[in-house]
T-cell receptor, first 115, second 112 residues
């Protein structure tokens, strides 16, 4: 069964450094997402991406965050200057028809630790 | 405001019993609901979904019930197995938004 893959599985970085989290969505999906989960808390929406542009973003997704689909298969999340509170699991997801019409399929996440 | 919450944070059942996990939602405009299972160290895994024009949907060993009158969603797992042990999240979606709103999660423990 096709799956969403994410790399790396764990990223440790120092405060103020830039990180790029990578994802390969399911190949025939058109909608892409990033969510995060702080330890023991809910899964929170960050951003959705469709047709090569951001379609929706949350208040968490401030100017320090950006997303890109650099080629036909990868989807990345960049955090420009990491803060301690950015430590979390970051999940990439993709959907065939959008979150109101088809389920999101999630990757296994990247654990980001900011020290 | 919007919120999706779970009544019970933990549920412990015996292997072979049926499990029922509940979820309350507050956004009456939500029209698509999904249950996810999350095992330790993994991402949310899709289990079953239901649209607001239905009140029941069945899958393999799982059934989702939707009561729009009281804004309540439940997941029933038949003949619960040790492999069902995980955290279960309900999530809601509203037409016009790409955001999926997750509940807090219920940790299901299946005792052998």
């Amino acid at each position: 069964e096709p799956e969403v893959t994410q790399t790396p599985s764990h990223q440790v970085t120092q405060m103020g450094q830039e990180v790029i989290l990578r994802c390969v969505p399911i190949s025939n999906h058109l909608y892409f997402y990033w969510y995060r989960q702080i330890l023991g808390q809910k899964v929170e929406f960050l951003v959705s991406f469709y047709n090569n542009e951001i379609s929706e973003k949350s208040e968490i997704f401030d100017d320090q965050f950006s997303v890109e689909r650099p080629d036909g298969s990868n989807f990345t999340l960049k955090i420009r200057s990491t803060k301690l509170e950015d430590s979390a699991m970051y999940f990439c997801a993709s959907s065939e028809q959008g979150s109101n019409w088809s389920p999101l399929h999630f990757g296994n996440g990247t654990r980001l630790t900011v020290t | 405001g919007e919120s999706v919450g779970l009544h019970l944070p933990t549920l412990s059942v015996q292997e072979g019993d049926n499990s029922i996990i509940n979820c309350a939602y507050s956004n009456s405009a939500s029209d698509y609901f999904i249950w996810y299972k999350q095992e330790s160290g993994k991402g949310p895994q899709f289990i079953i979904d239901i649209r607001s024009n239905m009140d029941k949907r069945q899958g393999q060993r799982v059934t989702v019930l939707l009561n729009k009158t009281v804004k309540h969603l439940s997941l029933q797992i038949a003949a619960t197995q040790p492999g069902d042990s995980a955290v279960y999240f309900c999530a809601e979606s509203q037409g016009g938004s790409e955001k999926l709103v997750f509940g807090k999660g219920t940790k299901l423990t299946v005792n052998p």
